[in-house]
């Protein structure tokens, strides 16, 4: 049929995931792709899981921005499945709210919050 289009990828890496919790009940956030970079981001077409975010307007998510020193992180979540870019677009995607993490397995250069309310690093 004309306009199918068949893929084949993984639901991502979760060792950074440091149990279930959270993950059956997280919200369905769209990225704001115009926020994130393609070399930094996505070089291989996706965002892959367990990318942190900030997470406080599910409509728009962007990507999550250290805070200064000694302030909590608000508002920060992590993708849960690989997630595809095409044409400057990103399909809707599962966004993790809470839970326990393992920092070490996050992608990217990644320093856990000294506080993230509704999260707790390992």
Known sequence: MPGLERKHYGTGNHKALGSAHGT???????????????????PNGYIPAMTPVDASDLAAV??????????????????????????GAAAPTAILRHGSIVSEFVPGDFTAPAYAPGFIFE
């Open 24 to 42: 059956g009940n997280a919200p369905t956030g769209t990225l704001d792709v115009d926020s994130f970079t393609e070399e930094t981001h996505y």
């Open 62 to 87: 962007k990507p999550y921005t250290a805070p200064d020193p000694g302030e909590p992180a608000l508002n920060m979540g992590f993708i849960l499945t690989d997630t595809e870019v095409k044409n």
